[in-house]
């Protein structure tokens, strides 16, 4: 089993996981790296540019870490409104 798991049924992805725990902690590191860097950045300060870089890298990898949960729960509820909406349009139509 992978540490960083990719493939997700809709029911697993809707439960709490690993994945969920380290973006929960990268996100916030993300989001200081990204406006530290960002500020320093605009004094032209070297060391602004690495921090920078370091937000912008370490979002990409939360991005990777979490959106296979989230496409699938997508995909999950749009299958559950298309039920929805035939559903709601024989109501409509007073179809059994």
Do not use: H
Request: aromatic fraction near 12%; glycine fraction near 6%.
């Amino acid at each position: 089993m992978p540490f960083i798991r990719r493939q997700w049924t809709p029911k697993e992805a809707d439960e709490w996981t690993r994945e969920d725990t380290i973006t929960v902690i990268i996100s916030p590191l993300v989001y200081v790296l990204l406006m530290i860097g960002t500020a320093l950045s605009m004094f032209l300060i070297p060391a602004g540019f690495a921090i920078l870089a370091a937000g912008i890298i370490l979002m990409f990898v939360m991005i990777w870490i979490i959106n296979p949960k989230l496409t699938s729960v997508s995909e999950g509820y749009e299958k559950k409104q298309k039920g929805y909406i035939e559903e709601l349009e024989r109501t409509i139509k007073w179809e059994d």
